[in-house]
């Protein structure tokens, strides 16, 4: 099972430029997320989504939008770069919550972006 | 908004030593979950605490979830290289659907 599979790997932009950074999962999971990940400040959520055609804002959406067209692909797009988004991108898929409990996310490798 | 803070951010032990790491939430979860992280990998699940007051153990590893259900610990017993990695603790409040993770703590273990 490949699981949740993120591209590109890498990417340099310069400032201005615009990406979509592509996230896909096989296991048919409800929730998906991305996060950003700086260091020593964890895992932040970005923009995450509780099913086909649905996205919220997390805590950190600004300069970033996405879509959930179809049920396993969650798109994370960059309109114009800046340097303050240099960080490693990390799609998170889960089957979603029961209660007091959530189903545990499953990351993808990760996408390291540069912005020069 | 909700805060999750770790400590310590970084620690450096000698192979056999102990090692903690202590998960603070601003409120009260509805859970807990642990993630590790491997230099240059992606985080990975390894346990979820709901009840307070809970511990669970995973062979060297032991986790607890307060009693007042914001604050929990990872403990490992007698460290080895293939512990090293960044441990995440991630926490839900209320009903929603997102988990804010903690700051993470990076553990080295030199032999």
């Known amino acids: 099972n490949a699981g949740v599979t993120q591209t590109p790997k890498f990417r340099v932009l310069k400032t201005g430029q615009s990406m979509t950074l592509l996230c896909a999962q096989d296991?048919?999971?409800?929730?998906m997320y991305w996060y950003r990940q700086d260091p020593g400040m964890g895992l932040r959520l970005i923009h995450y989504?509780?099913?086909?055609?649905?996205?919220a804002k997390g805590e950190v959406p600004d300069g970033y939008n996405v879509s959930r067209l179809k049920k396993q692909n969650f798109l994370l797009g960059l309109e114009s770069a800046a340097p303050s988004q240099t960080s490693v991108y990390f799609c998170?898929?889960?089957?979603?919550?029961?209660?007091?409990?959530?189903?545990?996310?499953?990351f993808g490798n990760g996408t390291r972006l540069t912005v020069t | 908004g909700q805060q999750v803070m770790q400590i310590p951010q970084y620690q450096h032990v000698q192979e056999g030593e102990d090692f903690t790491t202590y998960c603070n939430s601003s409120?009260?979860?509805?859970?807990i979950q642990w993630y590790k992280q491997r230099p240059g990998g992606h985080p990975v699940f390894l346990i979820q605490?709901?009840?307070?007051?809970e511990v669970k153990k995973q062979k060297r590893l032991t986790f607890q979830f307060g009693e007042a259900k914001k604050n929990s610990s990872l403990h490992i017993t007698a460290t080895q290289t293939t512990d090293v990695g960044t441990y995440f603790c991630?926490?839900?409040?209320?009903?929603?659907?997102?988990?804010?993770f903690g700051t993470g703590t990076q553990l080295k273990v030199e032999l």
């Open positions: 998170a898929s889960s089957s979603g919550t029961g209660g007091a409990r959530n189903s545990p996310l499953h």
């Open positions: 296991m048919n999971h409800e929730y």
């Open positions: 989504s509780v099913g086909e055609g649905t996205t």
């Open positions: 409120t009260t979860l509805s859970n």
């Open positions: 605490l709901v009840k307070s007051g």
């Open positions: 991630a926490g839900r409040t209320g009903g929603g659907n997102k988990l804010t």
